[in-house]
């Protein structure tokens, strides 16, 4: 069974930063990669940030130069540094991973950026 719990969520202030964490049951970033979406109120869940199986990595227009993405495949996590946080920002957060014939998701965790 792939396994993936989200941590790190929580409120911040405009220009803060926040550094959500995902754990995996197994070397599933290691051998697929994975990626972080992200779904505001009234909206379509969209892709925030991806790292391919070899490392490549790929981001949102609206999140370039202020988020990373990266992983640790000793610990089996993978983790969204997000720096210059705004306001737009805000919405639930998803660990994410593609597998064969589907995509597995964690159960999200709240990002609010708020003054």
């Known amino acids: 069974q792939v396994q993936l719990v989200e941590s790190g969520g929580g409120l911040v202030q405009p220009g803060g930063s926040l550094r959500l964490s995902c754990a995996a049951s197994?070397?599933?970033?290691?051998?697929?990669?994975g990626a972080w979406y992200r779904q505001a109120p009234g909206k379509s869940r969209e892709l925030v940030a991806g790292?391919?199986?070899?490392?490549?990595?790929n981001y949102a227009d609206s999140v370039k130069g202020r988020f990373t993405i990266s992983r640790d495949n000793a610990k089996n996590t993978m983790s969204l540094q997000m720096n210059s946080l705004k306001p737009e920002d805000t919405a639930v957060y998803y660990c994410?991973?593609?597998?064969?014939?589907?995509?597995?998701w964690g159960q999200g965790t709240q990002v609010t950026v708020s003054s």
């Open positions: 994410s991973v593609f597998i064969v014939t589907r995509r597995h």
């Open positions: 197994g070397s599933i970033f290691r051998d697929y990669g």
């Open positions: 790292i391919g199986r070899s490392g490549g990595t």
